[in-house]
């Protein structure tokens, strides 16, 4: 972080004028260093779901909303999607460089000797209700890792925080698939390590101790694509809830799971399970022949309705994940003899349409990844209930990347925004008067 210049804050009341430092990072705008201003004037500023706020220093992610571009530590998201993996990718974003072969081969051990979890968690487990939704499940589930591996939580110890993120990254598919054979009746599949990350994921889903499960490498590299894509997105809500949580110095199995939390929300990772509820109902009111009403709906501001998978808070032009995504969904659906999928079909229309809408075009809404994600999964086999969670297992890497990020920056303070109080002024209880007698 360079200072760049100063800037130079007057006021109409006669405070004298302040000078504020003016950084520039290595790509993107520069930032207003605002941390002195409370002190120095009695004011706060004033950003509501962080408009025009910098919260942290970061050299993990970047995003150019403007251009679509998403770069994992200056690397584009394109390159990293068709030429590693994603255990690769988890590599380079704890680490800020790609594995060599040999750190590769590290890496993949360790995560891989952690993929089991402890057999009380499925005591654990069985105190759901069998129709909980998962991401219900994977909240509690992992919050209550804390609860199962006291050897990892001294977040001051580099060890400790290193082994924590790799449990995390190991055991969330086998959490996520938990939760998902618990909600079918299904026996748990232990994992099996011979597998790559993906494959074994897919077989612990869908295999059964009644039959081998044969991973199919089109599907297995479809889902490792969309890991891939959601592994990290610099301080999206999750990851800023994460960031927060940690900085009161909380072990990193209760932030994670507070970033689960946040992500449950249809406005950020419940929205590919929105999206494609959405799809769903166009196609049983009539499919393709009710996107005009659909459309003429969500403009109209009375309406509430939203085109999910529509608009991004950054991005202000394509979202680049959304079209790996929808090259992906070319190649499952090719591969599965699905290419006539009516939801296929309707998504491309509906996307064709809304880019050429004006009110689209005017608010620069264009598809996010979301749009496309969901019906990748769909045709994976994976139920729309737990396409969150998929989210939410890609996005593990990311968060815990950030909190450590956070954990060793030694300038790293709690978290605590300030607010603009517009409550009553200080008033008195009235007490109502003695009877007498
Ligand atoms: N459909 C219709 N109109 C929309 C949509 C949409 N999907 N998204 C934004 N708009 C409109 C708003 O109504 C607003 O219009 P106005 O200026 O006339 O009032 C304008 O576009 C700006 O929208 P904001 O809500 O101010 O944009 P913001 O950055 O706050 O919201 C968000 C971004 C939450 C993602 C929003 O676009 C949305 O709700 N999209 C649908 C949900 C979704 O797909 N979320 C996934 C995000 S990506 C992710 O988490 C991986």
């Given amino acids: 972080m360079k200072e760049q210049s100063k800037a130079t804050l007057s006021f109409p009341d006669g405070t004298a004028p302040i000078e504020l430092p003016i950084y520039s990072g290595t790509i993107g705008p520069q930032v207003i260093d605002i941390r002195k201003l409370y002190a120095q004037t009695d004011r706060f500023t004033f950003d509501p779901g962080f408009m025009s706020t910098a919260a942290c220093e970061s050299k993990i992610t970047y995003i150019d909303g403007d251009k679509g571009e ?48 402890h057999e009380q968690m499925t005591r654990f487990l069985q105190g759901f209700r069998r129709d909980a939704h998962p991401m219900a499940v994977l909240v509690g589930m992992v919050g209550a890792l804390s609860a199962f591996y006291h050897d990892s939580l001294d977040i001051s110890d580099p060890e400790h925080r290193f082994v924590s993120a790799i449990r995390l990254i190991a055991k969330m598919p086998t959490l996520v698939a938990m939760a998902y054979k618990y909600s079918m009746g299904q026996p748990f599949m232990y994992p099996l390590n011979r597998l790559s990350y993906s494959a074994n994921f897919m077989r612990m889903m869908f295999g059964t101790p009644c039959e081998d499960y044969e991973p199919n490498d089109v599907l297995v590299r479809a889902l490792d694509r969309i890991l891939i894509l959601h592994a990290d997105h610099e301080q999206n809500a999750s990851t800023s809830t994460v960031r927060l949580a940690g900085s009161s110095g909380a072990n990193p199995f209760a932030c994670i799971a507070a970033g689960i939390a946040t992500l449950w929300g249809p406005a950020h990772g419940g929205a590919n399970e929105a999206s494609l509820l959405m799809l769903r109902d166009i196609q049983r009111e009539g499919g393709v022949e009710r996107i005009g009403e659909f459309i003429a709906k969500v403009k109209d501001k009375h309406s509430n309705v939203k085109l999910m998978g529509f608009g991004h808070r950054v991005y202000k032009n394509y979202d680049p994940r959304a079209k790996l995504m929808r090259e992906t969904s070319h190649e499952v659906l090719g591969e599965l003899g699905l290419h006539d999928d009516p939801l296929f079909a309707l998504a491309m229309k509906l996307e064709k349409i809304a880019l050429e809408d004006d009110y689209f075009v005017q608010r620069k809404l264009y598809p996010n990844v979301d749009f496309y994600s969901g019906i990748v999964q769909k045709a994976l086999g994976i139920p729309t209930e737990m396409f969150t969670c998929i989210f939410a297992l890609a996005r593990t890497v990311g968060w815990i990347a950030q909190w450590g990020e956070m954990i060793a920056d030694p300038d790293q303070k709690i978290g605590r925004p300030r607010q603009l109080y517009t409550g009553h002024a200080r008033r008195d209880v009235r007490v109502p008067a003695k009877r007498k007698g």
């Avoid at 584009?76 to 040999?102: F, K, M, R, V, W």
């Fill in 70 to 117: 998403l770069l994992y530590r200056g690397y584009p998201i394109e390159q990293l999607a068709e030429h590693c993996d994603y255990l690769q990718t988890c590599y380079l974003l704890l680490n800020g460089e790609l594995p060599d072969d040999e750190q590769r081969r590290d890496f993949e051990n360790r995560v891989t000797n952690h993929t089991m979890v």
